[in-house]
């Protein structure tokens, strides 16, 4: 019986100690994770809201330069 | 007037003994309490007739083929039995402690001997064959959970991961109280017993079906229900330990809003997770794999057919399944017994410790970052139960103070909580499995 109490006690130390360093080493390696990934990935969360902008802008942009390019090819070619 | 005789014979009210009479109103208890007092109805309903089910006389749907050929057969059934497990007597107490206790290949043989004798697996028994012992649906239920679990409040206060650890404290104080009982010679729980017990501490169905699958299967109905039932009594059990454990300076400290998570993060966030159960404790590998991997397919946003599926339709089917099989367990012999009865008050005894030891974490790291940045109402939620526990301290917060709204700082220590039982699961395993 002696021996059981034991085996409980020594179940509750080793698992509590376990729980407790698994989830520190999960604290540690999210923030690690985080910081990677602003450094690699920098301001993810903004950048899609403020390059979609600008980049919507010089999308059509470019086009109306095209467009510009081939109306004045298209009249080189006429006048010709 | 003989057909008559044998119509008799062959009814309920004549072969219903009085422990299935009481398993089937602890059914209909259960199937009151879940829809009438909305006690966890998705599994409270599925298990309480899966109960009545089970102890339908005659019926054997929860027994297996041999067990039903014992039961029902004549003599010469048993003799067959007899001399499939190399037995010489036909005694049916004999041949069942024998089939227990038998060789996979002995095993086999009784179970030929029985089906040759015309009899089958009961449909509750194929149930949990397929959906519990295999280990399958608590998996893939916990797959679903993964897939409906948002890890952002997580990400954004990763400390919050130490209130879940705190919350586990429930467990592994419960598995103690339970050998205690046994020291005493109050009860009569192994050390595998007493493991399965404590995991209701943890607050999660799921985990708590499968490691009783594993460690105790001879109590996984108490356990089960005991369970689900203290989950459906979150509200009732944490208030007071809360109030009791803070003051109300203390739980009136509103947190600053917790900072945006990039995508990335979240699609990460599983990956980092799975890398860690991999390196450092396979034996959880089964319960957060399937975790990580629901809540992988919810984040990456390129397989939300999947997602839907693993956290709607599949989730429901395997509820169905999961319920009938628990149900099926809630045989007299097991149930009715003064270990059900242990069981249910150290399940009680292990929430209570959970949430004061979250509570408690929470006090302290609120003192150690100047006494104004953590409400010590959150550390409650670490005991998973999710979502409810993280409602029952936005509740209080919102008692303490009507503009201090704590729901999503306490989703943290929630989803922490998941992880934390999920990894004292494992290392149950590991030790006594």
């Given at each position: 019986?002696?021996?059981?109490?034991?085996?409980?006690?020594?179940?509750?130390?080793?698992g509590?100690?376990?729980?407790?360093?698994?989830?520190?080493?999960?604290?540690?390696?999210?923030?690690?994770?985080?910081?990677?990934?602003?450094?690699?990935?920098?301001?993810?969360?903004?950048?899609p809201?403020?390059?979609?902008?600008?980049?919507?802008?010089?999308?059509?942009?470019?086009?109306?330069?095209?467009?510009?390019?081939?109306?004045?090819a298209?009249?080189?070619?006429?006048?010709? | 007037?003989?057909?008559?005789?044998?119509?008799?014979?062959?009814?309920?009210?004549?072969?219903?003994?009085?422990?299935?009479?009481?398993?089937?109103?602890?059914?209909?208890?259960?199937?009151?309490?879940?829809?009438?007092?909305?006690?966890?109805?998705?599994?409270?309903?599925?298990?309480?007739?899966?109960?009545?089910?089970?102890?339908?006389?005659?019926?054997?749907?929860?027994?297996?083929?041999?067990?039903?050929?014992?039961?029902?057969?004549?003599?010469?059934?048993?003799?067959?039995?007899?001399?499939?497990?190399?037995?010489?007597?036909?005694?049916p107490?004999?041949?069942?402690?024998?089939?227990?206790?038998?060789?996979?290949?002995?095993?086999?043989?009784?179970?030929?001997?029985a089906?040759?004798?015309?009899?089958?697996?009961?449909?509750?028994?194929?149930?949990?064959?397929?959906?519990?012992?295999?280990?399958?649906?608590?998996?893939?239920?916990?797959?679903?959970?993964?897939?409906?679990?948002?890890?952002?409040?997580?990400?954004?206060?990763?400390?919050?991961?130490?209130?879940?650890?705190?919350?586990?404290?429930?467990?592994?104080?419960?598995?103690?109280?339970?050998?205690?009982?046994t020291?005493?010679?109050?009860?009569?729980?192994?050390?595998?017993?007493?493991?399965?017990?404590g995991?209701?501490?943890?607050a999660?169905?799921?985990?708590?079906?499968?490691?009783?699958?594993?460690?105790?299967?001879?109590?996984?109905?108490?356990?089960?229900?005991?369970?689900?039932?203290?989950?459906?009594?979150?509200?009732?059990?944490?208030?007071?330990?809360?109030?009791?454990?803070?003051?109300?300076?203390?739980r009136?400290?509103?947190?600053?809003?917790?900072?945006?998570?990039s995508?990335?993060?979240?699609?990460?966030?599983?990956?980092?997770?799975l890398?860690?159960?991999?390196?450092?404790?396979?034996?959880?590998?089964?319960?957060?794999?399937?975790?990580?991997?629901?809540?992988?397919?919810?984040?990456?946003?390129?397989?939300?057919?999947?997602?839907?599926?693993?956290?709607?339709?599949?989730?429901?089917?395997?509820?169905?399944?999961?319920?009938?099989?628990?149900?099926s367990?809630?045989?007299?012999?097991?149930?009715?017994?003064?270990?059900?009865?242990?069981?249910?008050l150290?399940?009680?005894?292990?929430?209570?410790?959970?949430?004061?030891?979250?509570?408690?974490?929470?006090?302290?790291?609120?003192?150690?970052?100047?006494?104004?940045?953590?409400?010590?109402?959150?550390?409650?939620?670490g005991?998973?139960?999710?979502?409810?526990?993280?409602?029952?301290?936005?509740?209080?917060?919102l008692?303490?103070?009507?503009?201090?709204?704590?729901?999503?700082?306490?989703?943290?220590?929630?989803?922490?909580?998941?992880?934390?039982?999920?990894v004292?699961?494992?290392?149950?395993?590991?030790?006594?499995?």
């Amino acid at each position: 019986m002696d021996n059981l109490m034991s085996e409980g006690l020594s179940l509750m130390v080793f698992g509590m100690g376990f729980v407790f360093v698994f989830l520190t080493l999960l604290v540690f390696a999210t923030g690690f994770m985080s910081k990677v990934i602003a450094k690699v990935v920098p301001e993810a969360p903004p950048q899609p809201a403020r390059p979609a902008a600008p980049a919507a802008a010089p999308a059509p942009a470019g086009g109306d330069e095209l467009i510009a390019v081939m109306t004045a090819a298209v009249h080189q070619y006429r006048k010709n | 007037m003989e057909n008559l005789l044998n119509l008799w014979h062959a009814s309920g009210i004549y072969n219903v003994s009085p422990g299935q009479i009481v398993m089937i109103a602890v059914g209909l208890l259960l199937l009151f309490l879940a829809i009438s007092k909305n006690f966890e109805p998705l599994l409270l309903v599925p298990i309480g007739f899966g109960g009545i089910m089970a102890n339908i006389p005659e019926a054997g749907l929860a027994f297996s083929a041999v067990e039903n050929a014992l039961h029902l057969g004549g003599p010469e059934v048993l003799q067959s039995l007899a001399s499939s497990l190399g037995l010489d007597s036909a005694d049916p107490y004999a041949i069942k402690e024998a089939y227990n206790s038998s060789t996979a290949q002995a095993h086999t043989a009784a179970v030929y001997a029985a089906n040759d004798a015309g009899y089958n697996n009961g449909m509750l028994y194929n149930f949990y064959t397929i959906a519990i012992a295999s280990g399958a649906a608590p998996l893939l239920i916990f797959m679903g959970v993964g897939a409906m679990t948002d890890f952002g409040p997580l990400l954004a206060n990763p400390k919050t991961l130490f209130l879940g650890a705190a919350a586990q404290f429930g467990i592994f104080a419960t598995v103690l109280g339970a050998v205690g009982l046994t020291t005493l010679g109050l009860m009569d729980f192994s050390i595998q017993d007493a493991a399965a017990i404590g995991i209701i501490g943890g607050a999660d169905g799921p985990t708590a079906i499968y490691v009783a699958s594993l460690l105790a299967p001879d109590l996984l109905g108490a356990i089960a229900v005991a369970a689900y039932s203290y989950m459906a009594l979150v509200p009732m059990i944490q208030p007071p330990i809360m109030r009791a454990l803070t003051t109300d300076a203390e739980r009136q400290i509103s947190m600053v809003q917790l900072r945006h998570i990039s995508k990335v993060e979240k699609v990460m966030f599983p990956i980092v997770l799975l890398m860690l159960v991999a390196m450092l404790l396979p034996d959880a590998a089964p319960l957060l794999g399937m975790f990580c991997f629901g809540n992988l397919m919810r984040e990456c946003g390129v397989v939300d057919r999947l997602s839907d599926t693993a956290q709607n339709a599949l989730i429901n089917i395997v509820t169905i399944f999961l319920g009938l099989s628990v149900g099926s367990k809630l045989s007299a012999d097991k149930f009715l017994d003064i270990e059900t009865l242990g069981i249910l008050l150290l399940g009680i005894v292990a929430f209570g410790i959970g949430t004061a030891c979250g509570v408690i974490m929470a006090k302290i790291m609120n003192k150690m970052q100047g006494g104004n940045s953590i409400n010590p109402l959150i550390g409650s939620a670490g005991v998973s139960a999710v979502p409810m526990a993280a409602r029952v301290s936005n509740k209080l917060g919102l008692e303490a103070n009507s503009q201090n709204f704590l729901l999503m700082h306490a989703m943290g220590p929630n989803v922490a909580g998941v992880i934390g039982s999920a990894v004292a699961a494992g290392v149950m395993i590991k030790f006594v499995g």
